[in-house]
C-alpha cells in the first residue's frame, strides 16, 4: 500500500524550530520529486519546499529561504523538513507529497494526510 505520513507538527513559539517527517512506505522516495506543502485556513495551499529528482536541485519559497530546509534519509525512506526562526505567518497544515516523473512542478500523486503546525505567543 501505497503511504506518505508526516508528523512532527505542534505548537511552537515565535523563532522556535520544528522539524517535520514525511514517511514512505509502498516505494522508494529516491525516485521521486519530494514536495513539502502548507494551506493556511482561508488561503490556497502553496508549495514551501521541494527536492526534484530530475536535476538534483533544492527549491524553497521565498517566504522561508534561509529558515527552512529539505533533506532526506534513503535508508528509512524519510523526508525532513527542518524548520528554524518560525513566525506566526508559517501556521498551517504541512503536507508532504511525491511526485513519480521526479519533477517539482509535477502532479505529486501521492499525499499524506498532514500535520498542523502552529507558531504563537
Known amino acids: 500500500q501505497v503511504q506518505l505520513v508526516e508528523s512532527g507538527g505542534g505548537l511552537v513559539q515565535p523563532g522556535g524550530s520544528l522539524r517535520l517527517s514525511c514517511a514512505a512506505s509502498?516505494?522508494?522516495?529516491?525516485?521521486?520529486?519530494i514536495g513539502w506543502f502548507r494551506q493556511a485556513p482561508g488561503k490556497e495551499r502553496e508549495v514551501v519546499s521541494c527536492f526534484s529528482r530530475s536535476d538534483g536541485m533544492t527549491y524553497s519559497a521565498d517566504s522561508v529561504k534561509g529558515r527552512f530546509a529539505i533533506s532526506g534519509d534513503s535508508a528509512k525512506n524519510t523526508v525532513y523538513l527542518q524548520m528554524n526562526s518560525l513566525k506566526p505567518e508559517d501556521t498551517a497544515k504541512y503536507y508532504c507529497?511525491?511526485?513519480?516523473?521526479?519533477?517539482?512542478?509535477?502532479?505529486?500523486?501521492?499525499w499524506g494526510q498532514g500535520t498542523q503546525v502552529t507558531v504563537s505567543s
Open positions: 509502498g516505494f522508494n522516495l529516491d525516485y521521486y520529486a
Open positions: 507529497a511525491a511526485d513519480q516523473e521526479g519533477l517539482c512542478g509535477g502532479v505529486y500523486e501521492y
